[in-house]
């Protein structure tokens, strides 16, 4: 059962983009905008994680997060705090008050979901799977090394992120503009062909002889991982 994540932030924009990369990754992800129907929707059901932004209409993050930690029920719930305020002072004030972990906006997409799988990790291990399998392809996280057919498979950090990103949703085609938030994060202004250049350079890389190709080009839309390579013994 995938792990539920519950996006606590009032700017819809950034609940949207979380929204869809987590849903990528395959948690279930439910959303509220204001902090009092946030503490009334933990009420009724605990999730595996918050992602909480600090300044919030009805109730503040900050309070929400401190009325978590007085609960019994949600003492030990993994906490992210969103913020745009970045000085020392006030992470310290964040984390004093009971959250996990800090994050100043704006952040970039690929961090985040590092650190919501490393809470996870040490939280709900059952919920974070640390190794791929599609086809013949392995692709394990901790050790950032993938093998096809046994055969090890040298990958940049940007051809690693991207083969992940893909393999976690088979048969799913992303945009190049999707590829470069799930990837490269929002806030990295680079050209959209760029993708192409590295989904060329992992081909190269996993691909040998007479291999079968795992990346599908969809003509006019974007690139998909093979659901049916995914699914072969």
């Given amino acids: 059962m995938p792990a539920r994540i519950l996006i606590v932030e009032d700017e819809e924009p950034l609940t949207l983009l979380l929204r869809y990369n ?4 395959g948690y279930g992800v439910e959303s509220v905008g204001r902090g009092d129907e946030a503490e009334t929707r933990l009420r009724e059901s605990v999730p595996d994680l918050v992602i909480l932004d600090w300044m919030l209409p009805g109730l ?20 992210i705090m969103l913020t745009a305020r970045g000085e020392e002072t006030e992470r310290v004030r964040g984390l004093a008050t009971g959250a996990d972990d800090y994050v100043v906006k704006p952040f970039s997409v690929p961090e985040l979901l590092a650190r919501v799988r490393a809470l996870l990790r040490r939280a709900k291990p059952e919920h974070v799977a640390t190794l791929l399998r599609a086809g013949d392809i392995a692709l394990d996280r901790e050790t950032h090394r993938v093998h096809r057919s046994g055969r090890e498979v040298h990958l940049g950090p ?54 079968s190709d795992p990346i599908r080009t969809v003509r006019g839309a974007g690139y998909a991982f093979d659901e049916m390579f995914a699914r072969a013994p």
């Fill in 60 to 79: 503040s993050g900050i309070e929400l997060c401190r009325r978590l930690r007085s609960r019994t029920e949600t003492q030990r719930l993994p906490v």
């Fill in 158 to 211: 940007t051809e690693f992120r991207l083969l992940e990103f893909l393999m976690q949703s088979p048969g799913r085609v992303f945009s190049r503009e999707q590829l470069l938030d799930g990837v490269w994060g929002q806030d990295v202004y680079i050209d959209e062909r760029t993708v192409d250049v590295h989904v060329g350079r992992l081909r190269k890389a996993i691909n040998r002889g007479r291999q």
């Fill in 22 to 25: 987590l849903e990528s990754e």
